[in-house]
């Protein structure tokens, strides 16, 4: 078990309404690498990149439908351990931006969501989970075991070039 960081660069967060299918290219994700993997999530790094104000209504949410064939990450984007020496785990968790069909962002009012808006205008935002108050994800089927970061239109927001990572931890 060692922290791992899932990195994006220049992804155009295109909003999409709470319940709709992501836009590709448009969204961070992981997914668990088995049924039975336990993934916590201890950081979300924002920065806006846009060229005029521009309001994001970033969230990580669970999904409610399952990509199918994710693609694999290429460059810019990138999932590494943060420790340069780290073990292959034996379950990989999946990081992705792109696949066959896009995972749809959860708009169920049980399903968990934290809001991460900001202007994307330079903005910056950067949530760092207390101990014991980690985003976690669990194996990987619909609700608990794929999380997206996407930007909801039904949030208010509006598509932007947006910097991200995401720090997390598997189990």
């Known amino acids: 078990m060692a922290k791992?960081?899932?990195t994006s660069q220049g992804l155009n967060f295109t909003a999409t309404a709470a319940g709709s299918v992501a836009t590709t290219s448009a969204y961070m994700a992981l997914k668990g690498g088995s049924a039975t993997?336990?993934?916590?999530v201890l950081e979300v790094g924002i920065n806006g990149m846009a060229t005029?104000?521009?309001?994001?209504a970033l969230n990580l949410a669970r999904v409610s439908t399952l990509e199918s064939s994710a693609t694999a990450l290429a460059a810019p984007h990138s999932d590494a351990g943060m420790f340069p020496n780290i073990t292959a785990l034996a379950n990989t968790v999946v990081p992705f931006v792109a696949a066959t069909t896009q995972p749809t962002p959860s708009n169920t009012v049980t399903d968990a969501k934290i809001n991460l808006a900001l202007n994307a205008f330079g903005g910056i935002y950067r949530w760092n989970a207390a101990p014991t108050q980690q985003w976690q994800i669990i194996g990987n089927t619909a609700p608990g075991g794929e999380s997206v970061l996407w930007n909801s239109s039904t949030g208010g927001g509006s598509t932007a070039l947006v910097n991200a990572h995401i720090i997390y931890e598997p189990y």
């Open 52 to 56: 005029a104000s521009t309001v994001t």
């Open 4 to 6: 791992r960081v899932f």
């Open 37 to 40: 993997q336990l993934i916590d």
